[in-house]
């Protein structure tokens, strides 16, 4: 769910008329907590938070949650002080992920049309099936029926012209809800936001606005444009600008193009023995590795990311000749960007890998590393960690690991993501 600010004034009803309204926005409600809590009814109005152990974070929070102020990312134990009594559940990314398919199968066979853009929300161009399965609003109820029935979990769709509008619709519609912006009342609906909704404007930019007195869409939208382009740039002031005129005419793209594969770590205690910082990122390394392989994807840039004991958070990139989705590869260039990184003599607290830049392995030209020259020739390497793969599909993730665990810190809390492709 997002966090974008949002405004009373936008959720009430602002008319009928569908006529060129044929983008929807569906985004699940608190989505992995709902996952839970189809799982668990007997949970059903408690607080809920998902999410590691005191030394994790928080993934998701149902309502309840939320009303004492928690959110996802914040760290798990100022969750708790905020909400003492929350039922904190751990993550299973697994079913997460069914479900996520589950849902998007329910889109797809209602229009081709599916333009996923996360693991629980897309956009839905229904032009083509208005004769087949009825209006806008109709179809967004058979979506929210059919996953509810499916699934045990809720979404809220907005409905807009325009996969901008939609969005924010859709925002204002949780939870569980419809928010339909027919054309005409476009300005109208974007005039009620504070400027912090808009596509692209975050806590820089914000402030960056507020030094000229732009402090809400109706602002932005009354100032010329090279006002704006001189609070913000260029380019962005004339993008923010026409957003704030509901001008938006980026179609939905069938498909979904990820932009980035990764997995991290908090460790129960902090830590201060590099070896300990290095085996785990080896083990990151191959985790990501082979999610790379599962989807048929390289990845030409990799980063670390460290957080210190202070909370500090460091990161570094290498940007590779040629891609990659061999985990030994990656772990020798994590390993050399982590002894590049000052820690300031401070233990480490959270460790992570990333790639980014993936296109897909099949219509990617590769260069055979050093690495692998070394080990036998071109793809050696490879070839011996899908034969991990294998094993590890047989017989369990754990029946194979890259690299040892540390003694007495086996419940190191780690998540694997893959990061969507940013709209904004």
Known sequence: ????????????????????CTILHVDMDA?????????????????????????????????????????????????LRMCPQAVVVPPEHARYREVSEGVMAVLRSVTSLVEQVSVDEAFLDVSGA???????????????????????????VGIASTKFVAKLASSHAKPDGVLLVPREATIGFLRTLP???LWGVGERTEVALARWGIRTVAELADTD??????????????????????RDPRPVRPG????????????????????????KALEL?????????????????????????DFRTLTRSHTLDSPTDVGREVYLVARSLLAAVDLGGLPVRLIGVRLEGLSPAAATVRQPTLDE?????????????????????????????AGAKAAGRREDRSTTTFSPVDLS
């Open 1 to 20: 769910m997002s966090r974008a600010p949002r405004s009373a004034a936008a959720r009430r009803d602002w008319g009928t008329t569908e006529d060129g």
């Open 31 to 79: 989505f992995f907590a709902s996952v839970e809590l189809a799982r668990r009814p007997q949970l059903r109005g408690l607080p809920v938070i998902v999410g590691g152990a005191q030394r994790g974070v928080v993934l998701a929070a149902t309502y309840e949650a939320r009303a004492f102020g928690v959110h996802s990312a914040m760290p798990m134990s100022a969750a």
């Open 130 to 156: 208005l004769r087949r399965l009825g209006s806008p609003t109709q179809i967004a109820a058979q979506v929210r029926a059919e996953v509810l029935d499916r699934f045990g979990i809720t979404c809220s």
């Open 195 to 197: 400027v912090g909704a």
């Open 225 to 246: 444009v090279p006002t704006v382009q001189r609070a913000v740039g260029k380019v962005a002031g004339a993008h923010l600008h026409d957003l704030a005129w509901g």
């Open 256 to 279: 979904r193009a990820e932009k980035s594969v990764g997995a991290e770590v908090t460790f129960v205690e902090d830590v201060t023995e590099p070896a300990v910082v290095e085996a």
């Open 285 to 309: 390394a191959d985790t990501c590795a082979a999610r790379l392989r599962q989807h048929g994807w390289v990845g030409r840039t990799i980063s670390i990311k460290v957080r210190t004991s």
């Open 373 to 401: 020259a070394a080990e036998g020739g071109v793809g050696a390497r490879r070839d011996a960690e899908v034969a991990m793969d294998g094993v590890r599909a047989r017989f369990g993730r754990l029946a194979i690991s």
